[in-house]
């Protein structure tokens, strides 16, 4: 099994930027598809980004698209999450998650949280 270990979120103004980091450890995630989530209070967790195992496809939510930028690196076992033009809408925990050839998210992080202030 993989765990997942997310770091990068905290407070920023308004139009900054932020990098989310998430670790991976536990074995080779370099075969899995990778993914980036969020939950704002009182809202179910919603889609922003995903990442193929070789990192050549991506694809986003449109509520980010142009504005994030999720990436890999798999001689690291990380995944990045960069985040520009930052939003109050934005402000929520941000979860990594992995999927090992199926399109279920099975492993999960802990979250970090991100909150933007106007």
């Known amino acids: 099994q993989v765990q997942l270990v997310e770091s990068g979120g905290g407070l920023v103004q308004a139009g900054g930027s932020l990098r989310l980091s998430c670790q991976a450890s536990?074995?080779?995630?370099?075969?899995?598809?990778m993914g980036w989530f969020r939950q704002a209070p009182g809202k179910e967790r919603e889609f922003v980004a995903r990442?193929?195992?070789?990192?050549?496809?991506?694809g986003y939510a449109d509520s980010v698209k142009g504005r994030f930028t999720i990436s890999r690196d798999n001689a690291k076992n990380m995944v990045y999450l960069q985040m520009n033009s930052l939003k109050p809408e934005d402000t929520a925990v941000y979860y990594c998650?992995?999927?090992?050839?199926?399109?279920?998210?099975?492993?999960w992080g802990q979250g970090t949280q991100v909150t933007v202030s106007s």
């Open positions: 998650a992995g999927r090992s050839g199926g399109v279920t998210y099975v492993y």
């Open positions: 536990g074995r080779t995630f370099s075969s899995d598809g």
């Open positions: 990442i193929s195992s070789s990192g050549r496809a991506t």
